[in-house]
């Protein structure tokens, strides 16, 4: 077999709005049907038809490519999205986070982190301690880009995710992103949940732990959603970060050990 490897992304718009975006890592073999999928999601966004479908493709350099593992999962079920706010911000202070900084994210992200309070196409970087923003671009944010699950182990993680609860391919994708995002240094936690106004679920991640998914984070029919990485002020610097971030060809091996979910209430 041919030991190249390439990274296909999709990126698709509406007029200026950011719509839908994906990847993934593939051989050559795979290339073409994989920005097939790619396209045709962005066709089946829930937020209308795209005006503008891009897809690109990169070789990679295999000898930079590193493996990952996925972390813990846990679910927790709250009643509602103030519950789950109220845990988001518990898990956040556990890993460090200052709990005014715990609780500003939060509310960015109610609020839309980009100026004017949209929705950004990538995270926001916040220092942990002084609750700085961080990324370069507050409109764009930093995207995580160039992970995968290994080709070879893909559908034994799809099975094993379904068996929980968890087929939805929401979150094996979001495992995937939080998987690489745990790994880069000076990393506290990362808080999200989506813009989609029908996926209510959103999830801390953490080194010690592991990603915490939380049933409800926002209202139905909020469009509000985002992520943010908290990093330790000390221990981050702001060029390794967003280039292993951006850069670095991640792929995971193994699954994730699943937890049974657990009630939470305030
Ligand atoms: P999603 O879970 O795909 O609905 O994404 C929720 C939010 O996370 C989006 O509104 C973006 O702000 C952010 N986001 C999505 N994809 C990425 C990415 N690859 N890297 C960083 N942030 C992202």
Redesign the pocket.
Known sequence: MNSDWYSVRMRASIGSR?L????RLGRPEEVSTLTSRLTARAFAHVGGAPDNVNCTIEKLDAAEICQGFFPDVRTWQVTDFADGRLLASQLLVGAGVRAQVADSCIKLLAAG??PGGA??????IVDAVSGQRLEPDAVR?????RMDVAPDERSAVEEHLRQAGLGHP?VL??LV?AAK?LKAPGLLAEL?????PD?LT?YVATPAGGYQRINCLKERGSFS???V?LVDPHAWSRDPFIDF?QKKPVLLRGYPTIHPAESWGS
């Not at 839908?20 to 990847?23: D, Y």
């Not at 929705?119 to 926001?124: K, S, Y």
Request: with cysteine; glycine share 18%.
């Open positions: 950011h839908s975006g994906a990847e982190p980009a929705v950004m196409r990538g995270a926001m944010g930093v995207r995580v880009s929401r994708e979001a992103l995002v999200c949940w989506s813009d989609d996926y959103g959603g985002g992520r990485f971030l």
